[in-house]
């Protein structure tokens, strides 16, 4: 609101417009709106409406995209000691320390990018099963 110059009532006038359109979108997308298309995993022979595509984004591109953004933002760019000190801030304790900042930095970062590529179709592509 602060970046755009704009009151809360306009702020939330527009999301609910956006919002609202999107939704009706989807309401409609199994008759007016009606088509269908192959998705990237999908199997043989399946396909899929508006509401699957939406669906389809949502779990299989943009969380995996934002799982690996946090691991890259706290792996490597603030670092695992800010997350480390903010746990034991008032004093508990955090076991396995060496553990979380090797998954954070490596482990989860490769295997969310693996799970990105099955997302994707990529290993179909590649005649891997």
């Known amino acids: 609101m ?3 110059n704009m009151s809360r009532r306009k702020a939330v006038i527009i ?3 956006i919002t609202f359109i999107l939704g009706i979108v989807v309401c409609l997308g199994y008759n007016v709106f009606y088509f269908e298309a192959k ?4 199997g043989k022979g399946q396909t899929a409406q508006i509401l699957d595509i939406m669906d389809y984004l949502a779990n299989n591109i ?3 995209l934002v799982a690996i953004g946090i691991c890259i933002l706290i792996g490597w760019v603030v670092g695992p000691k800010v997350v480390i000190d903010e746990a034991t801030v008032n004093g508990e304790k955090f076991g396995r320390k060496r553990l979380y900042v090797v998954m954070i930095k490596y482990v989860c970062l490769i295997l969310l990018f693996i799970l990105l590529a099955v997302s994707l179709g990529l290993f179909n592509l590649l005649g891997i099963n």
């Open 2 to 4: 602060d970046k755009f």
């Open 15 to 17: 999301e609910f417009v």
């Open 39 to 42: 998705l990237p995993n999908s």
């Open 62 to 64: 943009l969380m995996p």
